[in-house]
């Protein structure tokens, strides 16, 4: 029901910053909590951030935080993930996720969500 399709990747040196976007259609995005997750290449897809349906709470995996910022804006059905001092290891494709009306507490798997987008690439060159 949930379509997502991802947008903002591209390259970037050592240091820069990027913004994705998440845009969602086809469902109420309130309903959803959005994950984000990353595949680089030879390694396996990993989690990266949870946004809870209204952004009230929020998650980062250990090696973003500090760096990364998740939120949204449901009125414009987008969800964003703000990328600062970006590092080569963070190459990967991104790729949002919706999880109905989950907390976002906690560790997640990929495989906990569905209605995942097409991904987009971000390469961080040294």
């Known amino acids: 029901q949930l379509h997502l399709v991802e947008s903002g990747g591209g390259l970037v040196q050592s240091g820069g910053s990027l913004r994705l976007s998440c845009a969602a259609s086809?469902?109420?995005?309130?309903?959803?909590?959005i994950g984000w997750f990353r595949q680089a290449p030879g390694k396996e897809r990993e989690g990266v951030s949870c946004?809870?349906?209204?952004?009230?709470?929020?998650n980062l995996t250990d090696s973003v935080k500090g760096r990364f910022t998740v939120s949204r804006d449901n009125a414009k059905n987008r969800v964003y993930l703000q990328m600062n001092s970006l590092e080569p290891e963070d190459t990967a494709i991104y790729y949002c996720?919706?999880?109905?009306?989950?907390?976002?507490?906690?560790?997640?798997?990929?495989?906990?969500?569905?209605?995942w987008g097409p991904g987009t690439q971000v390469t961080v060159s040294s």
């Open positions: 946004i809870t349906t209204r952004g009230g709470h929020t």
């Open positions: 996720a919706g999880y109905l009306f989950h907390d976002c507490r906690g560790h997640w798997k990929p495989q906990s969500f569905g209605s």
């Open positions: 086809g469902a109420a995005l309130d309903h959803y909590a």
